[in-house]
């Protein structure tokens, strides 16, 4: 089984719906983030979180919200979708106590806004 | 601000040779490290191999190896022996001291292996 599923893996949306994308991780490990990818810019984090109670933003947290409901697990929420929100969404978590706190990532979801 | 920079937007290299994929780097941290990712056709991204900014030598893992030059901010990686499945984007990544810890991603190195 894989250590960070994410689910769902493909989703297509119509604008202004609400929907979740929802991360859990079974390496124990203490943080987790999620971040998008679009063509040509790479990756860019969305929210963070260092444990259940610490929540933070990324570079691009407008119209996401983010909950930890436990240390395994932590979703995205878009409030009210829109086009240019179309991307891949991963999920990653990482060890505090590692050395280089290297983190890892699910196999992503696609998202479509239409 | 911290910068990742991957000159290189496409690379192709003949199956069993080595091949660099170049990464420069850009922040006025002092304690910071370095990572490379894969990420193949199929999407996920995978990790491959770290260096931190204080490691006196060069991180290898398998057939990967980074080579860091600390003065000249560059952490090129190095695949030996390419094989048919290295086939992918390659991201370079860094990640700060304190704060986020957020990694700050390259915009990626697509490489074709050859037959």
């Known amino acids: 089984d894989a250590d960070v599923t994410q689910t769902p893996r493909n989703r297509i949306t119509k604008t202004g719906k609400r929907i979740m994308l929802e991360c859990s991780q079974t390496?124990?490990?203490?943080?987790m983030y999620w971040y998008r990818q679009d063509p040509g810019l790479g990756l860019r984090l969305i929210y963070y979180?260092?444990?259940?109670?610490?929540?933070n933003k990324g570079e691009i947290s407008d119209g996401y919200s983010v909950s930890r409901q436990a240390q395994a697990k932590f979703s995205l929420s878009l409030e009210s979708a829109i086009p240019n929100q179309t991307a891949l969404y991963f999920c990653?978590?990482?060890?505090?106590?590692?050395?280089?706190?290297?983190?890892?990532f699910g196999p992503g979801t696609r998202l479509t806004v239409l | 601000a911290q910068k990742i920079t991957q000159t290189q937007p496409g690379m192709f290299v003949q199956e069993k040779e080595a091949v660099t994929l170049d990464c420069t780097y850009d922040t006025s941290d002092p304690s910071y490290g370095l990572f490379w990712y894969k990420q193949p056709s199929s999407g996920e991204m995978i990790f491959l191999i770290y260096q931190g900014s204080y490691d006196q030598q060069n991180a290898t893992e398998g057939r990967y190896s980074l080579n860091f030059q600390k003065a000249r901010k560059s952490a090129n990686l190095v695949i030996s022996a390419s094989q048919l499945g290295d086939s992918a984007m390659y991201f370079c990544a860094m990640r700060g001291s304190g704060g986020s810890e957020k990694l700050v991603f390259g915009k990626g190195t697509k490489l074709t292996v050859n037959p």
């Open positions: 990653a978590t990482s060890d505090s106590g590692s050395v280089g706190n290297e983190q890892f």
């Open positions: 979180s260092f444990d259940v109670k610490d929540i």
């Open positions: 390496k124990g490990h203490d943080r």
